[in-house]
């Protein structure tokens, strides 16, 4: 569903993504893995058109979104939950969720009901400010956000950062129901090697900004996880 093909990024004179080409197959959940520093935000980053490519393409639907402007994404389905959550603090959840709205093709002006089916929590505090949330509960307001959207390939940007065991599992079920109830495309970026295999159908590993392995959670084996993922 989205393929990318030899993607070329810089930041000034330093060239971070090298040539990448990867493929996140429709309908599954792939997670992108790796060190720090190899390269996954600036991959997702620049599949939301938040940082320019140099070269490259990166199709969705058959279409070539690479130069495209970042505020076109929603409205063609593409969700993104980005690091670190980057919800509002001083507004309500409510508000929060609401400013995913102009993005659905539907034209829905209501905050649909599955998204408190999803996060009980979210329509307990629908009223609270962003800011008072603990972090589990403004990663979920975060995910609210983009599923309002009603996309069909979602990015998660290390959803379980900084997030207690109990909420961590109930993300990753999230991600899980998503998939199969939905179909829902998703591209997860995860450090966490337990959960990535829990929730993930495939993997993707990046190294020095070049992909360097792929294929299926159940080939990830004891030397790929040493080469390029322990510490
Ligand atoms: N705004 C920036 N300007 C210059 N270099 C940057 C910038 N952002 C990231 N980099 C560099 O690009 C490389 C890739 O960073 P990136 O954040 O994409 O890695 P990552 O795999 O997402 O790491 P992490 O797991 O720590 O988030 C790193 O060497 C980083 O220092």
């Given at each position: 569903m989205i393929q990318i093909d030899s993607l070329n990024q810089f930041y000034g004179q330093s060239h971070t993504l090298w040539d990448l080409?990867?493929?996140?197959?429709?309908?599954?959940?792939?997670?992108?893995?790796?060190?720090?520093?190899?390269?996954?935000?600036?991959?997702?980053?620049?599949?939301?058109?938040?940082?320019?490519?140099?070269?490259?393409?990166?199709?969705?639907?058959?279409?070539?979104?690479?130069?495209?402007?970042?505020?076109?994404?929603?409205?063609?389905g593409i969700?993104?939950?980005?690091?670190?959550?980057?919800?509002?603090?001083?507004?309500?959840?409510?508000?929060?969720?609401?400013?995913?709205?102009?993005?659905?093709?539907?034209?829905?002006r209501q905050v649909p009901d599955y998204i408190f089916e999803l996060f009980p929590v979210l329509k307990e505090m629908l009223h609270r400010r962003g800011g008072d949330l603990s972090g589990g509960q403004q990663q979920q307001l975060a995910i609210g956000r983009a599923l309002v959207t009603d996309p069909g390939f979602l990015i998660l940007d290390e959803p379980t950062?900084?997030?207690q065991p109990n909420v961590v599992?109930?993300?990753?079920?999230?991600?899980?129901?998503?998939?199969?109830?939905?179909?829902?495309?998703?591209?997860?970026?995860?450090?966490?090697?337990p959960f990535a295999r829990k929730v993930a159908d495939n993997f993707c590993i990046l190294d020095r900004g070049r992909q360097v392995a792929f294929g299926e959670m159940t080939e990830l084996n004891d030397q790929l996880v040493k080469e390029y993922l322990t510490v």
């Open positions: 080409s990867m493929t996140v197959p429709e309908g599954k959940c792939t997670c992108l893995m790796g060190r720090n520093g190899v390269g996954k935000t600036t991959l997702v980053q620049s599949i939301m058109g938040l940082l320019p490519v140099k070269s490259g393409s990166i199709s969705y639907k058959g279409q070539n979104i690479a130069g495209m402007a970042a505020e076109k994404r929603a409205p063609m969700g993104y939950v980005p690091q670190g959550r980057q919800i509002f603090p001083l507004l309500s959840v409510e508000e929060n969720l609401r400013i995913g709205l102009p993005a659905r093709r539907d034209g829905l950062e900084g997030i599992a109930e993300i990753g079920d999230i991600i899980r129901r998503l998939n199969e109830e939905i179909g829902l495309t998703v591209l997860l970026v995860e450090q966490k090697l």
